[in-house]
Nanobody, 130 residues
Framework: QVQLVESGGGLVQTGGSLRLSCAAS????????MGWFRQAQGKEREFVAA????????NYADSVKGRFTISRDNAKMTMYLQMNSLKPEDTAFYYC???????????????????????WGQGTQVTVSS
């Protein structure tokens, strides 16, 4: 089993930055790909970014490309999401997840499908004020 705990969310003004962390425990996740998703109130959970097991291949949703950066530190079993130039439409609960079948590459459509992720954290709220 894998337990995931997100942190780093909060309230920030438009144009500001936040760094989310996702700490894994219970089982090593260094062999697995990981991803970030978000869910705004009343909307479906949507893909944000994904990263392969080594941390050298990534995929981003078009809406965050150029503003968000996903990374991981396998020694610390932690994944990060650096979010810059935040906009009000980025307001959502942000979730991290693990995809055991996502290893060395990050195929776009596959890595963006939330059904391919087996383990999920409880989420952290990000609110961007205008």
């Amino acid at each position: 089993q894998v337990q995931l705990v997100e942190s780093g969310g909060g309230l920030v003004q438009t144009g500001g930055s936040l760094r989310l962390s996702c700490a894994a425990s219970g089982r090593t996740v260094s062999d697995y790909g990981m991803g970030w998703f978000r869910q705004a109130q009343g909307k479906e959970r949507e893909f944000v970014a994904a990263i392969n097991s080594r941390g050298d291949s990534t995929n981003y949703a078009d809406s965050v490309k150029g503003r968000f950066t996903i990374s991981r530190d396998n020694a610390k079993m932690t994944m990060y999401l650096q979010m810059n130039s935040l906009k009000p439409e980025d307001t959502a609960f942000y979730y991290c997840a693990v995809a055991p079948l996502l290893r060395f590459s990050v195929p776009g459509a596959w890595s963006a499908n939330k059904n391919n992720y087996n383990y999920w954290g409880q989420g952290t709220q990000v609110t961007v004020s205008s």
